[in-house]
Structures are given as structure tokens and as C-alpha cells.
Nanobody, 124 residues
Framework: VPLVESGGGSVQAGGSLRLSCTAS????????MGWYRQTPGKQRELVAA????????NYKKFAKGRFIISRDNAKNTMYLQMNSLKPDDTGVYYC??????????????????WGQGTQVTVSP
């Protein structure tokens, strides 16, 4: 499922951004989805995940209380609302299909192509 991330930009600490991930094809609504990020000097890490229905979500500790993941299957689009941004949030953000089901806490990224991501830069 080709995915295109957008919505990144430059903000000051404390600001907000909303990222979007738009999919083409008919399989988006049947797949769990995740937002990942790669910050300078670190490996790519999971930020948050959402089940195919959108009923369940999973956040990494650093994202809890600040970020909100959501999806609109009718628009083949997933979102990441990021609030109270910190300089440590600076990095490239990617969306990618994941294995993640209701009732489970496990999130595993699916094999396949990774897009180019969208750059988020947070200044002090």
C-alpha cells in the first residue's frame, strides 16, 4: 500500500503539528497502522499505532498525553496530532502498516517499503 506522509514543518517548543498519512489502494482499511520516527543519532522507533477499525490505540511512553493517533478509513488517511512539542521530537516521521489487533498490546511493523517520511523540526 503506497503511503505518503505530509504535514511536517518547523515549530517552536510547545507548538503543535498534525501529520497525515494517505494511502492509495483498497487494503488500508483492513490494516493496523503505525507512526514511526527517526530522531538524530537514533534508530527508527514506534511512536503510536492504531488498529484497522481505529478502536484501539497504542502509544510509546514519550507520546502519551501529547500525541493523538487517529484514522479515517473513508479517506484512506491516518493522522498524528502532536501537541506540546519538544526539541527532542525533532526527526523524520513515517507511517507504515503494522500487525496490531484489538485486545493485543503487541505492535509489529509489516514488511514492505518505507516512504520518505515528513520532517518535523522543533526549536527551543
Amino acid at each position: 500500500v503506497p503511503l505518503v506522509e505530509s504535514g511536517g514543518g518547523s515549530v517552536q517548543a510547545g507548538g503543535s503539528l498534525r501529520l497525515s498519512c494517505t494511502a492509495s489502494g483498497s487494503t488500508f482499511s483492513s490494516s493496523g497502522m503505525g507512526w514511526y520516527r527517526q530522531t538524530p543519532g537514533k534508530q527508527r522507533e514506534l511512536v503510536a499505532a492504531i488498529t484497522s477499525s481505529g478502536k484501539s490505540t497504542n502509544y510509546k511512553k514519550f507520546a502519551k498525553g501529547r500525541f493523538i493517533i487517529s484514522r479515517d478509513n473513508a479517506k484512506n488517511t491516518m493522522y498524528l496530532q502532536m501537541n506540546s512539542l519538544k526539541p527532542d521530537d525533532t526527526g523524520v516521521y513515517y507511517c507504515h502498516p503494522v500487525y496490531y489487533s484489538e485486545g493485543s498490546t503487541a505492535v509489529v511493523d509489516q514488511p514492505g517499503y518505507w516512504g520518505q517520511g515528513t520532517q518535523v523540526t522543533v526549536s527551543p
